[in-house]
């Protein structure tokens, strides 16, 4: 079993859409929770903690349920420039991250 | 602020040949990952560092891989000889601290491939 699991999409949305999706992580001890974005052929850069009480940054909303070990983003209101692969990152320890091979989201006019 | 650094952004080589990827830190950072990305394993770390110190190599593939880092400004990951699976995307990435929140910033990351 792969240590963080997403569905790969895609997703296509239109302009304005809200659009959610999750990950599930295997490592009941994993302590920190990021979600990454990845743009086509750029590198990954991080987009938002998730804490366990969730928490929004603008239009996402990340939530964490360790019961079930998922975490999800919703992405409300999207932009063209939400297009992107989204990437579920667990802190395993310290300083070893396990990255979701992505969730990809097109927005289109 | 400059991020981080990598070079060569494109290489394209033919197996059995040296190739050297470099990267530099974002200054200030202490910690320094190097990570492999393809579409079949998606991204996997190769080896971590500490204040210039190889913590953990367990992602490095074989033999054939090796990195260095001189200084708290420079790495190498070095493959020899290459081979054609050896295609894919390298990352650099650096962090402030070792807590499990701090961040780490990707550099641009360079595209291999091994005719």
């Known amino acids: 079993r792969k240590e963080v699991e997403q569905d790969p999409g895609p997703f296509n949305v239109p302009e304005g859409a809200t659009v959610a999706f999750n990950c599930t992580y295997s490592?009941?001890?994993?302590?920190?929770f990021f979600w990454y974005r990845q743009d086509c052929r750029k590198e990954p850069k991080l987009l938002m903690s998730?804490?366990?009480s969730g928490n929004e940054d603008g239009r996402f909303t990340a939530q964490l349920n360790r019961a079930s070990q998922y975490i999800s983003l919703l992405i409300r209101d999207s932009k063209l420039s939400d297009s992107a692969t989204y990437l579920c990152?667990?802190?395993?320890?310290?300083?070893?991250?396990?990255f979701g091979a992505g969730t990809t989201v097109t927005v289109r006019a | 602020d400059a991020g981080v650094i990598q070079s060569p952004r494109h290489e394209v080589t033919e197996m059995g040949q040296e190739v050297t990827l470099r990267c530099k830190p974002i200054?200030?950072?202490?910690?320094l990952f190097w990570y492999r990305q393809t579409m079949m394993r998606g991204l996997e770390l190769l080896i971590y560092?500490?204040?210039?110190?190889?913590?953990?190599d367990s992602g490095m593939p074989e033999d054939r891989f090796s990195a260095k880092m001189p200084n708290a400004s420079f790495s190498t990951l070095k493959i020899q000889p290459s081979e054609p699976r050896d295609s894919a995307v390298y990352f650099c990435?650096?962090?402030?601290?070792?807590?499990?929140?701090?961040?780490?910033?990707f550099g641009p990351g360079t595209r291999l491939t091994v005719l």
């Open positions: 990435a650096s962090r402030i601290g070792t807590g499990e929140s701090d961040t780490q910033y």
């Open positions: 998730v804490y366990s």
């Open positions: 490592n009941s001890a994993s302590q920190s």
């Open positions: 200054s200030g950072h202490n910690s």
């Open positions: 990152v667990v802190n395993k320890s310290g300083y070893k991250l396990s």
């Open positions: 560092f500490n204040n210039n110190v190889p913590i953990d």
